[in-house]
Every structure is written in structure tokens, then in C-alpha cells.
T-cell receptor, first 115, second 113 residues
């Protein structure tokens, strides 16, 4: 079974600084997708960034970028120039290409941004 | 609508009662998903609908949980004989097709006293 592990329950970063959130996963599939979702107190899961496993190039979305290490099954999220609005729970998620109805989520990392 | 709508936002009920949670997906989205998010955890898959049919209900924890989507749009998650362990946030998501990105609602926080 696929598992997603986020080993940092809580992280803090100073406004305008950079922070990296860690995620590892376990799978026997060769093709899959990885995601980072943000969940503010409103509870809505907001897609931050997505990575296709077959792409070697790391995905980037404005201030958000990933470090995808397929062999190590690692998928970390880097947030640059952190803003107060970045404070939220962040979830790493996995989805297989051929069983795409299921997401497997990690337990989340709470990100605090200090002014 | 503009996004996935879930009602009620919060539901408090007594142990043993029956509850229904509603999800109104984005118009035109064929795929609909239910997740359960316990305190301090990530969402866990419950069930997936493609159109009117439940294509995968392997995440439903037991036979007290049931979901329907009779017209391929709105879905209702039904929980019978509720237990305190059912307390969680129930999230609904929809996507245009099953291989497209999922859009989540704000969830229903269910509290069983």
C-alpha cells in the first residue's frame, strides 16, 4: 500500500525567509503524481503544486518549488519569501496514474509565519 | 456554482443518531469524492463516484456508512447509528473527469456527543 510520511508536525519561519517542508512516500508504482495542498483554518484544501513522477524537472509555481528525488522517494516543498498568508497546514499527497481516484495524504505540517 | 459546496458546515448530534452530509460539486464535474479527516491527520479516502455510480467504495469504514449520487450531481453521505469515533471533518471533492485535479469543499465538521 502507498504511504505518505510528513515527519515535521510543525514548522516556523520568519516572514520573507525561506522554509522547506519534508515529505517521503512509499510506492511500487513507476508512474504517479505528487501534490502539496494547503489547508487554512477554513478547511478547504487548496492545491499548491503538482509534480508528475516521469518529469525530472522540479515543478515551480511562483514562490513555491519542489525538490523531487524519485530514487529516494522524497518530495519536499520550498516556500520562498514567506508571507503571513502562507500560514496553514500543508499536506503532501500521492496519487497513482492508473488508480487515480484515490489520494493518499500525509499527516500534515503546520506552518507558522512570524512577522 | 463557483466551487464545491458542503452543508451543513457543522453538525453536532448524539451518539446513535442518523446523519446526512451533503455535497454539491462544481457544475459539470463527473467525478466526486468523499474523504474523512480526523483531528491531526490528513484526509482519508472514503468513496469515489463516477457519474451516478460508486466506482470505488473501498474506503468506507463499515456498513454504517453509505453514500449516494442519484442524478450524478449532488451527493449525500449517510451515517447510521453514529459513534463518537465518527467525529471528524468530512471533505468532498469533485473533478471534471477522474484524472483531473480535484477541487475541495470546506468540509462538514461532524461532532458526535
Amino acid at each position: 500500500a502507498q504511504t505518505v510520511t510528513q515527519s515535521q508536525p510543525e514548522m516556523s519561519v520568519q516572514e520573507a525567509e525561506t522554509v522547506t517542508l519534508s515529505c517521503t512516500y512509499d510506492t511500487s508504482e513507476s508512474d504517479y503524481y505528487l501534490f502539496w495542498y494547503k489547508q487554512p483554518p477554513s478547511r478547504q484544501m487548496i492545491l499548491v503544486i503538482r509534480q508528475e513522477a516521469y518529469k525530472q524537472q522540479n515543478a515551480t509555481e511562483n514562490r513555491f518549488s519542489v525538490n523531487f528525488q524519485k530514487a529516494a522517494k522524497s518530495f519536499s516543498l520550498k516556500i520562498s519569501d514567506s508571507q503571513l498568508g502562507d500560514a496553514a497546514m500543508y499536506f503532501c499527497a500521492y496519487r497513482a496514474v492508473y488508480n487515480f481516484n484515490k489520494f493518499y495524504f500525509g499527516s500534515g505540517t503546520k506552518l507558522n509565519v512570524k512577522p | 456554482g463557483a466551487g464545491v459546496s458542503q452543508t451543513p458546515s457543522n453538525k453536532v448530534t448524539e451518539k446513535g443518531k442518523y446523519v446526512e452530509l451533503r455535497c454539491d460539486p462544481i457544475s459539470g464535474h463527473t467525478a466526486l469524492y468523499w474523504y474523512r479527516q480526523s483531528l491531526g491527520q490528513g484526509p482519508e479516502f472514503l468513496i469515489y463516484f463516477q457519474g451516478t455510480g460508486a466506482a470505488d467504495d473501498s474506503g468506507l469504514p463499515n456498513d454504517r456508512f453509505f453514500a449516494v449520487r442519484p442524478e450524478g450531481s449532488v451527493s449525500t453521505l449517510k451515517i447510521q447509528r453514529t459513534e463518537r469515533g465518527d467525529s471528524a471533518v468530512y471533505l468532498c471533492a469533485s473533478s471534471l473527469y477522474s484524472n483531473q485535479p480535484q477541487h475541495f469543499g470546506d468540509g462538514t465538521r461532524l461532532s458526535i456527543l
